[in-house]
């Protein structure tokens, strides 16, 4: 029998058995290699703050609503990080094969049956090793962010929060000629983030605030953008005080509650800062119609595949899919060490 991660309750992950996949006209059948899990938007949901847990998202309206909640535990299936093998193919399908490796959003199940034009296209480019295929989404989440920052060649850039998608941001950035001054709480991740291509790193506990320093570094006229991805109201404060007037705060985080640490009556409004959102189901309206999600994961992989992005130094946890309990528990600690896990599921390469 296949197997799927589940949220059984609170703090309560499990790998439980689920019924196969029918394979039907115009899809194909992958079995899963490596799944990548979220540290941020799947924690939520590990911890109960998911706002679907507790609210109904009226598509319509586009509104949380009191009510029934969209999910109840226990809840199976989310991820959107995984690689895995096609092995059956409908016979209407002529443009992918038994034994292609794909990567793709089927979240964290042994198996899969998916619509071929879902995977169609997305085979892990020769000579890029299968595992980094996990991170196409969160490279896209990462592009997404920067481009919505709008930079150009020449401006300062401060990247507020050096986990996973972070890091990826602090590359993408440096690729495109913007100065970056990193911004995390743990030494680990600051140093990790020069490797990225970050100029200058800070202490997010800094005296005075990160904001502050980062005033200092850039002889206080402030950074041109920055790019919040903690999802700490805390951070995003700092990223506020970090921009120079008229500035722009790209706010990419999963931010949970009330934002009891983010002041508007300061900063914010004296500087006439910016607060723009960030969400992987769009891209940013100033580019039009030109890019899409589907392009935002393209255009990762190609420079994952010519070497531009190194994402080997952020698989911190390669677990087998049996301890996903375990996996999750790590995650939920937050130790600075701690940055992609991935679920490898059986019949993965040893």
């Known amino acids: 029998m296949p197997h799927i991660v589940q949220f059984s309750a609170p703090k309560l992950v499990e790998l439980v058995e689920c019924e196969q996949q029918t394979l039907a006209p115009g899809t194909v059948r992958i079995r899963t290699w490596y799944s990548g899990i979220s540290a941020g938007t799947e924690l939520t949901a590990y911890r109960g703050s998911n706002p679907y847990l507790s609210k109904s998202w009226d598509v319509a309206q586009r509104l949380f609503t009191e009510g029934a909640p969209a999910f109840s535990y226990p809840v199976a299936g989310w991820g959107y990080s995984e690689v895995g093998e096609v092995i059956e193919v409908a016979d209407d399908v002529d443009d992918l094969a038994p034994g292609d490796v794909v990567y793709g959003i089927w979240g964290h199940r042994s198996e899969a049956v998916l619509p071929a034009p879902a995977v169609s296209g997305r085979q892990i480019p020769e000579g890029t090793e299968p595992l980094h295929g996990i991170f196409a989404r969160v490279g896209a989440i990462a592009l997404n962010a920067v481009l919505g920052a709008n930079l150009h060649l020449g401006e300062d850039l401060a990247v507020f929060g050096q986990g996973v998608i972070g890091l990826l941001a602090t590359r993408l950035a440096d690729l495109s000629g913007t100065r970056v001054i990193a911004v995390d709480g743990f030494e680990a991740r600051r ?160």
């Not at 010519?306 to 995650?331: H, K, M, T």
Request: no cysteine; proline share 4%.
């Open 191 to 350: 140093e990790l983030a020069v490797r990225m291509g970050a100029h200058d790193v800070v202490a997010a506990d800094t005296p005075g605030g990160a904001g502050r320093q980062i005033r200092l570094l850039t002889d206080y006229q402030g950074v041109d953008t920055a790019i919040e991805l903690s999802g700490n109201y805390r951070a995003l404060h700092e990223a506020v005080r970090s921009v120079g007037t008229d500035g722009r705060v790209i706010a990419a985080g999963f931010y949970q509650g009330g934002g009891e640490h983010l002041l508007l009556g300061e900063e914010f409004h004296h500087n006439r800062v910016q607060i723009i959102a960030s969400q992987i189901g769009g891209t940013p309206a100033h580019l039009g119609a030109r890019w899409t999600p589907a392009r935002l994961v393209t255009v990762f992989m190609d420079q994952l595949a010519a070497g531009r992005v190194d994402v080997a130094p952020l698989i911190s946890d390669v677990l087998d899919a049996s301890d996903v309990a375990e996996a999750f528990r790590r995650l939920d600690e937050g130790a600075p060490q701690t940055l992609q896990t991935v679920l490898r599921f059986e019949g993965a390469p040893a």
